[in-house]
């Protein structure tokens, strides 16, 4: 069973960027959409954005665009997410997770990582 | 895209039925098959409970059922346990993105 384990807990200034990992271990990373998934304290879910490894696509929440970039390195079967221009509202638990429709996205997140606590303070 | 509508909170007892609603739009909910639910824990991360508006992942409990109405979609669960208390999280396709509602807290007194 594929599991997504995410890189740890991050404090950064603002203004500066952040990048987080998810590295997949026990089955196949490439043909599945990894979606980035992010909550604030106390908050809700918000979609960032996704990319599919095999094609090297990567799609983002109008919200975010032009600040983050999501990439994904087949080889090690690992997916990134950078946040630039942080700001204390980015303070959140950013999660990766796999969309279980595989390249054909269908919006149902079926693995999640661990969750990488971001805090952005000066 | 606005977040979807859920209520802010549900109770119910054990054995019980409750049903949580997800209201959107025509342009979300309304208009794909594309609605996922989510039960959260404390300190955990979502879990997928329910997909494509009323199918279950396997090893899902088949106590939670989906169903959607309109603009409105449901997460039902029946014969409620203590373990379901949780917050709850719809989430729709919508035509560039998905969008999640604002959550539900489910307390089983």
């Known amino acids: 069973q594929v599991q997504l384990v995410q890189s740890g807990a991050e404090v950064k200034k603002p203004g500066s960027s952040v990048k987080v990992s998810c590295k997949a271990s026990g089955g196949t990373f490439s043909s599945y959409a990894i979606s980035w998934v992010r909550q604030a304290p106390g908050q809700g879910l918000e979609w960032m954005g996704r990319i599919i490894p095999i094609l090297g696509i990567a799609n983002y929440a109008q919200k975010f665009q032009g600040r983050v970039t999501i990439t994904a390195d087949k080889s090690t079967s690992t997916a990134y997410m950078e946040l630039s221009s942080l700001r204390s509202e980015d303070t959140a638990v950013y999660y990766c997770?796999?969309?279980?429709?595989?390249?054909?996205?269908?919006?149902?997140?079926?693995?999640w990582g661990q969750g990488t606590m971001v805090t952005v303070s000066s | 895209q606005s977040a979807l509508t859920q209520p802010a909170s549900v109770s119910g007892s054990p054995g019980q039925s409750i049903t949580i609603s997800c209201t959107g739009t025509?342009?979300?909910?309304?208009?794909?098959?594309?609605v996922s639910w989510y039960q959260q824990h404390p300190g955990k991360a979502p879990k997928l409970m329910i997909y494509?508006?009323?199918k279950r992942p396997s090893g899902v409990s088949n106590r939670f059922s989906g169903s959607k109405s309109g603009n409105t979609a449901s997460l039902t669960i029946s014969g409620l346990q203590a373990e379901d208390e949780a917050d709850y999280y719809c989430?729709?396709?919508?035509?560039?993105?998905?969008?999640f509602g604002g959550g539900t807290k489910l307390t089983v007194l």
């Open positions: 494509e508006v009323s």
């Open positions: 025509s342009s979300d909910v309304g208009s794909y098959n594309l």
């Open positions: 989430c729709s396709y919508a035509g560039s993105s998905p969008v």
């Open positions: 997770a796999r969309d279980l429709g595989g390249i054909a996205a269908r919006y149902a997140f079926d693995i």
